[in-house]
């Protein structure tokens, strides 16, 4: 059975969340920071005139900042019925994944990275790591 996957990436990294669970994919949007909130919390966002928490994958994975020159794309998931905008660098495409193409975590993976994901479908040119929305909209 295949599953559809929307990829991202960040740091050079690919990772994927399950199309069911993707509303939306957009363009950076103005973001109003909220004082004495956590990092990862990139702010709040305006989008139609519904608010929207912002959370910056990066800050949750513990990776290096994004470069100032670049501009972070959104993609707006849905959470217990609740839109969530997550930060990413890039966005990629839809991808067909089959089940038996499935590993748990890879070894290599440590830290907030590792916690984060489902684990990682071998893809013909790379690995794709499964984001765990839950997992990292909490955290």
Known sequence: MSTQFVTFTL??????IEVGAVQEVL???PRTRIPLTPSALAGLIN???QVLTAIDLREQLALPPRPADHDPMLIVIR???EPVALL???IGSVVDVEADQFEPPPDTLSGPTRNL?????KLAD?????LDVDRAIAA
């Open 126 to 130: 790379r690995l794709l790591l499964s």
């Open 117 to 121: 994901i489902h684990g990682a479908y």
């Open 79 to 81: 959470v217990a019925g």
């Open 47 to 49: 989008l139609r005139g």
């Open 88 to 90: 990413v660098d890039t």
């Open 11 to 16: 740091d050079d990294r690919s990772y994927g």
């Open 27 to 29: 363009r950076g949007l």
